[in-house]
């Protein structure tokens, strides 16, 4: 089963980086690492994705680590518009269409 | 634009009354999908499809229904709504690879009393 396990909650005080971890140590070869965040009230929104490489976008950076078994997800500076739940999720040919969103890590922003 | 449409937004309904979530995608995606979220429980996925006529069942699919006789549509059916499926529904979509992102709608708050 194509799991991830993430931190339930997490703060940041404002205009501060956050790391926000993910552990999916039943990664397999083929499996991309997938975030997403939900803002209040919203559906889910893509963020990055990568499957080796670290990644940048304009929303946050991904690191991978190198057995692939955990990544982070980066925001440079936190504002209180980044205050969401994040989900990491596995996508590959293992996990076929079957994804585990979980309950995320909930991520409050201190002003 | 590109988009991920349901409807309703709200709906409450009684219990053993019939009812249909529509979900709508403009980007010719191949896979759609049903979520629904529960306090403590987060984002469970009820049905996927990866085409036209592919339907499969996803953690929670038990008291519904779908159907995809069209590439773009993927409606939820609810043949007799109980209270236990008072929940908030998302429907997602993407294209069929592994680096495709879900795009997803904005939700159908759904009560069942």
């Known amino acids: 089963d194509a799991k991830t396990t993430q931190p339930n909650s997490m703060e940041s005080n404002e205009e501060e980086p956050v790391h926000l971890p993910c552990n999916h140590s039943?990664?397999?070869?083929?499996?991309?690492i997938h975030w997403y965040r939900q803002l209040p009230s919203q559906g889910p929104e893509y963020v990055i994705h990568?499957?080796?490489s670290n990644v940048n976008n304009r929303m946050a950076s991904l690191a991978i680590a190198e057995d692939r078994k955990s990544s982070t997800l980066i925001l440079h500076r936190a504002t209180l518009r980044d205050a969401a739940v994040y989900y990491c999720?596995?996508?590959?040919?293992?996990?076929?269409?079957?994804?585990?969103f979980g309950t995320g890590t909930s991520l409050t922003v201190i002003p | 634009e590109a988009q991920v449409t349901q409807n309703p937004r709200y709906l409450i309904t009684v219990t053993g009354k019939k009812l249909t979530v529509t979900c709508s995608q403009n980007?010719?995606?191949?896979?759609m999908s049903w979520y629904r979220q529960d306090p403590g429980l987060g984002l469970r996925q009820i049905y996927y499809?990866?085409?036209?006529?592919?339907?499969d069942k996803g953690d929670v699919p038990e008291g519904y229904k779908v159907s995809r006789k069209e590439k773009r549509n993927f409606p939820l059916i609810l043949e007799s709504p109980s209270p236990n499926q008072t929940s908030l529904y998302f429907c997602?979509?993407?294209?069929?690879?592994?680096?495709?992102?879900?795009?997803f709608g904005n939700g159908t708050r759904l009560t069942v009393t």
């Open positions: 039943t990664i397999s070869g083929t499996d991309y």
């Open positions: 990568g499957l080796t």
């Open positions: 499809s990866m085409n036209v006529e592919v339907t």
């Open positions: 980007m010719n995606h191949e896979y």
């Open positions: 997602a979509s993407s294209l069929d690879t592994p680096r495709s992102p879900l795009h």
């Open positions: 999720i596995l996508r590959g040919m293992n996990t076929g269409n079957q994804f585990y």
